[in-house]
Nanobody, 113 residues
Framework: QVQLVESGGGLVQAGGSLRLSCAASGSIFRFNSGAWYRQAPGKQRELVAIITSAGNTNYAESVKGRFTISRDNTNLTVSLQMNNLKPEDTAVYYC???????WGQGTQVTVSS
């Protein structure tokens, strides 16, 4: 069973940047899409960005132009570069791979105004 481990969350001021990384433990990662979701307090989990095994990407409207998702099939990682962060980006961020349906444990991102 593949596992995902996220890293890179933290506290940053508005306008700052963070980079989240998600490391997979198995090569099945190469054949899956990788995605980042987030869940803010009192809100539903929402898709932030997704990248297919072929490298095609899609983003939530709220993060377009600010966030960039990427993957490294050699090192089995999917990353999320987040620039120009806003307080409304504050949430727990989760990585996931599909169709395997495996989720990471989540990492907190807090953006102060």
């Amino acid at each position: 069973q593949v596992q995902l481990v996220e890293s890179g969350g933290g506290l940053v001021q508005a306008g700052g940047s963070l980079r989240l990384s998600c490391a997979a433990s198995g090569s099945i990662f190469r054949f899956n899409s990788g995605a980042w979701y987030r869940q803010a307090p009192g809100k539903q989990r929402e898709l932030v960005a997704i990248i297919t095994s072929a490298g095609n990407t899609n983003y939530a409207e709220s993060v377009k132009g600010r966030f960039t998702i990427s993957r490294d099939n050699t090192n089995l990682t999917v990353s999320l570069q987040m620039n120009n962060l806003k307080p409304e980006d504050t949430a727990v961020y989760y990585c996931a791979i599909f169709p395997a349906g495996v989720w990471g444990q989540g990492t907190q991102v807090t953006v102060s105004s």
